[in-house]
């Protein structure tokens, strides 16, 4: 069966991946952008696959909601951060950039909510450079794409990263902290502090939507 696509700001996501045999749909997305002297610069285009089924079976409590509603509650993104599934959220470069600039905004968002929560130890520390040096490295050409697979294992809160770009092998990392981990969801996830709230709005529609069936 053919995947159908999605065009987000001129690039195609599928609308379905699938991972270690499990189907997971695209149920949101958006760009990262700045506005500088009313000029929009757009970064990147994220797509956000999950299993539907499995995800509303943990968002019961927001039945009935509107994705307006939705994309205020910070309480709603928690429990999709939290709720025990598979995620897997795909960003394509839109405008180029120095891995070691995405590696820093990277770095800096999770620290920050990591130090506000009284979470930020040795141990996350070491994590989080072991993230920016992967990134180090790296080129982001336009089209080249970042993943963060968040598996279920229940021993165990663990992300996998991985980046390619044209014509180059991808290359991966596994980050096994699980405080880093979870922020780095909350980045991207975190409601009304999430990095795109395109990709907030688009969640809580879709979501809402499927919450109403």
Known sequence: ??????????????SQLTTENHPLSLLGHGITDIEIHFLQIKFTAIGVYLDPEQVVQHLQKWKGK???????DDDFFEALVSAPVEKLLRVVVIKEIKGSQYGVQLESAVRDRLAADDKYEEEEEEALEKVVEFFQSKYMKKDSVISFHFTTSPSIAAAEISFTSEGKEESKIKVENGNVVETIKKWYLGGTRGVSQTLISSLANTLSAHLSK
């Open 66 to 72: 509107t994705g307006k509603e939705l994309a205020e």
């Open 1 to 14: 069966m053919a995947t159908e696509l999605v065009m987000v700001d001129g690039i195609p996501f599928a």
